[in-house]
């Protein structure tokens, strides 16, 4: 059975079947034929580093509603930490290995979720995704991503399914603009890269915008680029705050740190400070093409966007939301084997 | 669907169908028909600001038991805090605003239940319960209020099905005294005020017995004397802490905070340690009518009521307690319009 | 219905019928019959007072593979922390007294776990298991030992199964090691008190190693005796860290506190540290009969136990981690009365 660590390893014929599941589910929500005993028997732990609601909600209903039973896992609330490294005398704080606790886990439960998000101070750990692939490389279950370092796949495929669906099935020649936003905080940049290796490979025409300064990574650029290429859509990076607004059908938001986090944190602050010019107003918006609003949540209202433009009729955020039930409920029916 | 935000919103006959109902559930309890299919599918998502004990357990097992899935949310654990304002510049520790928050939520539970007290530093928003009814005002399902500012409707459901089993079914004639009581903290103002009108509302003699200057609000107090008018049952408050116990049936207790809190906070702490003498003593009880002592836990040993109460054979606390479960059971039943 | 506070309350009958049904889970796991209906309606409240990654998982499984509902209550997460004197003027932190927390919680649920460790500070209350009595004398439906001061009955059962697996159905002339180790903590003694029992009980050849100064109770000791001695096996206790090892079929390694630890902190510290030879090695295991190694976990890798043993293919640690499972299943339908 397989991982679902990042979808750039899971086939277009996979992808594709996820995708269509998600559509499926989302037109039972509330109705009785939401609610199957598919994966009756079944189990799945959910181990949280970081903070959730949405996914932990989202993913335990997922489960409740194939007829499987999720727990919660909260590390550091009643749960020991975990030590991460090998080979290390663990005298210290940490009481338990990951060796062991996901050792562990994996005897219990038939499939493992796990949220861990980028250190912002180890770069090579980050970059190679490392905390998520030492917990799949233990785990004998199916480990499912609900956000690492580097990878938000769940969001990736509830994103793919509200745009699909806004378009009426076909976003084929629809371009979206991935624009970066400011911050109080630094943040891991997990969702612009799922965001943007989802819109290229659903063939969108997709615009990335960030100031000189705040790149992704040369590798997931590299792979938008392949995923444009290989459908015949445009994919282009721009600095222009305001003409990256223009004409286009989609605006998803998101803050995202420097790799400046890595060497200077002060001046990863600054460098957020002096981009405020970058929050999505209705004026930018005014240049798009009656653009829907997107953004993964949580959002710093005032910050990443004027409450007018997610109050208003284009914002589809809790659309995205929503999704991300249906979209897991098709992931869990992908790594259990149960597609029907 | 309808909130239940306050028994006050609701008519007679769906408050009475409701107290029917929880005694129906109280009869099954630990019987095979405790166990129902009646809500198979649906969900319900608990969020707590504050802490909780039966309320989180009880209504866990309420949805469980009406074949629901209930989840419990813990705000600020493993869950980022919500910012309750509008128009706010989110650049603070507030990482996500309630308007999505419960917006997502709601796309995904088929009802919300909300613990949130009152500030007790911020005076208006207490008094016109602006925590609950913004939550409830962006939930597109029904929200349960699990203890307001102001409220503390499923407590008021369980006090009224304990006190008429208590009385065989009719608690016409009936005096309930509600007694101020000490207390090291100060405490909100929601169970002394649901358990007011509870008891004028099931046309009990009431009387109201606290220190000078430790009054419910205005408006509580004039619908309790609406309740009893409407019953023609007798209200009446008094501040002599020895003559309240005389000839009733019914003590109950609750500790609560004078005014004063919201603008000298050490002077209700002094209110309160002056009036030391409200604890209620086995001397006191002595005076009553053999009375059930009632107190919606948690309760302060040795402050709020001598031991030898709380361990004696007038002590209904733990049926208090223990119908939760039943009046919880009616209240979804109630909101998802699943009444049998 | 019983409580399971520990194994030496019931009889050998029970004990061992117990220890069957659990290797029978054990052969149904991940299959469909590991999953019935046998407790439907049934609840099961699971108190932790201190952390747990194995217990809750696990029990809160075998509850739902019974097809009765579990919930972890974790006491100071969002749940009121318990006043555990009786007769005490509650005037401080603490809002709930254990009287009424757990009289409440046996209202709602049909049997109720805890766990409850050893304070450490208070030697009369660690001897006589004293929290987790009172907490068993309070509630009216069965209470299971989660770890309490002086036992860990579930993973007493858990390492029988694991151990009688081992040794295809017959431990009869094994000679099983239990040896104390090194830990940056000073640890209670209730693992190391149920493992002794255990294994004295099935009647294994038991030899106890750990430095002088660093005894395990009087009274343990003298019921393992008194088990090996109903099994004409053997029983000894030796203090020499090397031959210890020689000849044996089964390493358990546990790190516990030495008595000072209740007068003297610091001197229980440098106690521990002192001995850190004491840590299993590939040196060690190697005198052995090409034994299993056993851990409760968590465990200190590179304190406790050497990497390479606990990597090596003698380690079955993740077994008996997994027989809580099986073993816990078990357990519940012994205290339900679900025996088939």
Same mark, same amino acid.
Not at 48 to 54: M, P, V
Not at 138 to 158: D, G, M, R, T
């Given at each position: 059975?397989?991982?679902?660590?990042?979808?750039?390893?899971?086939? &277009?014929?996979?992808?594709?079947? #996820?995708?269509?599941?998600?559509?499926?589910?989302?037109?039972?929500?509330?109705?009785?034929?939401?609610?199957?005993?598919?994966?009756?028997?079944?189990?799945?732990?959910?181990?949280?580093?970081?903070?959730?609601?949405?996914?932990?909600?989202?993913?335990?209903?997922?489960?409740?509603?194939?007829?499987?039973?999720?727990?919660?896992?909260?590390?550091?609330?009643?749960?020991?930490?975990?030590?991460?490294?090998?080979?290390?005398?663990?005298?210290?704080?940490?009481?338990?290995?990951?060796?062991?606790?996901?050792?562990?886990?994996?005897?219990?439960?038939?499939?493992?979720?796990?949220?861990?998000?980028?250190?912002?101070?180890?770069?090579?750990?980050?970059?190679?995704?490392?905390?998520?692939?030492?917990?799949?490389?233990?785990?004998?279950?199916?480990?499912?991503?609900?956000?690492?370092?580097?990878?938000?796949?769940?969001?990736?495929?509830?994103?793919?399914?509200?745009?699909?669906?806004?378009?009426?099935?076909?976003?084929?020649?629809?371009?979206?603009?991935?624009?970066?936003?400011?911050?109080?905080?630094?943040?891991?940049?997990?969702?612009?890269?799922?965001?943007?290796?989802?819109?290229?490979?659903?063939?969108?025409?997709?615009?990335?915008?960030?100031?000189?300064?705040?790149?992704?990574?040369?590798?997931? /650029?590299?792979?938008?680029?392949?995923?444009?290429?290989?459908?015949?859509?445009?994919?282009?990076?721009?600095?222009?705050?305001?003409?990256?607004?223009?004409?286009?059908?989609?605006?998803?938001?998101?803050?995202?740190?420097?790799?400046?986090?890595?060497?200077?944190?002060?001046?990863?602050?600054?460098?957020?400070?002096?981009?405020?010019?970058?929050?999505?107003?209705? &004026?930018?918006?005014?240049?798009?093409?009656?653009?829907?609003?997107?953004?993964?949540?949580?959002?710093?209202?005032?910050?990443? /966007?004027?409450?007018?433009?997610?109050?208003?009729? #284009?914002?589809?955020?809790?659309?995205?939301?929503?999704?991300?039930?249906?979209?897991?409920?098709?992931?869990?029916?992908?790594?259990?084997?149960?597609?029907?």
């Amino acid at each position: 059975m397989p991982d679902l660590l990042d979808w750039t390893d899971v086939s &277009d014929a996979d992808w594709n079947a #996820c995708l269509a599941r998600a559509r499926q589910h989302r037109q039972a929500h509330r109705s009785p034929s939401a609610y199957t005993d598919a994966a009756r028997g079944k189990s799945l732990g959910l181990v949280f580093y970081n903070s959730s609601l949405r996914t932990r909600t989202s993913m335990e209903l997922a489960a409740v509603q194939l007829g499987a039973h999720p727990t919660v896992i909260d590390v550091g609330h009643g749960v020991w930490g975990f030590e991460w490294e090998r080979g290390v005398v663990m005298d210290g704080g940490k009481a338990e290995h990951v060796t062991e606790a996901v050792g562990v886990l994996a005897r219990y439960y038939d499939a493992l979720g796990v949220r861990v998000f980028a250190t912002l101070t180890d770069r090579l750990a980050d970059e190679q995704d490392a905390h998520l692939k030492t917990f799949a490389a233990i785990s004998s279950v199916p480990v499912i991503n609900l956000e690492s370092a580097k990878f938000h796949p769940c969001q990736a495929l509830a994103d793919a399914a509200t745009l699909t669906d806004r378009f009426g099935g076909n976003v084929k020649g629809k371009r979206l603009l991935l624009t970066w936003a400011p911050h109080p905080k630094p943040l891991p940049q997990a969702v612009p890269n799922s965001a943007l290796l989802m819109a290229t490979r659903l063939g969108m025409d997709v615009r990335l915008a960030h100031p000189k300064g705040a790149p992704l990574g040369a590798d997931i /650029v590299a792979q938008a680029e392949a995923y444009a290429q290989q459908h015949g859509a445009s994919f282009e990076i721009v600095h222009d705050v305001d003409a990256a607004y223009d004409d286009v059908d989609v605006v998803y938001a998101k803050a995202w740190a420097t790799p400046l986090v890595y060497t200077d944190y002060d001046a990863d602050e600054t460098f957020r400070q002096t981009h405020a010019n970058w929050t999505v107003t209705t &004026d930018k918006m005014a240049r798009t093409n009656d653009a829907a609003f997107m953004h993964c949540l949580p959002v710093r209202r005032g910050v990443v /966007v004027e409450d007018a433009v997610l109050d208003g009729p #284009c914002a589809i955020h809790l659309d995205q939301a929503e999704y991300r039930l249906h979209a897991q409920k098709a992931i869990l029916e992908w790594v259990w084997g149960l597609r029907v």
